[in-house]
């Protein structure tokens, strides 16, 4: 099992930035996969970036604006996101597990899951 631990959210006007931070903990994390996924109310969640194999991933909404990164030698993942729009809105899911390249961007092929912070940009 691999906890998940996250932190950075909250309430931001648009046009700001925040940074979303996720631990994992527990031996074999260092070797999976890491994403960032988000639910707004009623929706269904939605890929936002994924760290894989060393290379970063996005969702096309976000693209150019948020950016993936991993520390080095840990287990830790960021989230920094600029330029926010009200569309962001959303509680924020840090996941880990791994997916291949054709399913990471489906949340059923993620096998943990943080238990999500809100990101509310005010507009």
């Not at 260092?30 to 639910?39: E, L, P």
């Not at 993936?68 to 509680?91: C, F, P, R, W």
Request: glycine fraction near 12%.
């Amino acid at each position: 099992q691999v906890p998940l631990v996250e932190s950075g959210g909250g309430l931001v006007q648009a046009g700001g930035s925040l940074r979303l931070s996720c631990a994992a903990s527990g031996r074999a994390a260092n070797s999976y996969s890491m994403g960032w996924f988000r639910q707004a109310p009623g929706k269904e969640r939605e890929f936002v970036a994924a760290y894989r194999r060393g290379t970063t991933i996005y969702a096309d909404s976000v693209k150019g604006r948020f950016t993936i990164s991993k520390e080095n030698g840990k287990s830790v993942v960021y989230l920094q996101m600029h330029s926010l729009k009200s569309e962001d809105t959303a509680l924020y899911y840090c996941a880990a597990g791994q997916p291949i390249l054709s399913t990471l961007r489906d949340p059923h092929y993620w096998a943990h899951w943080g238990q999500g912070t809100q990101v509310t940009v005010s507009s």
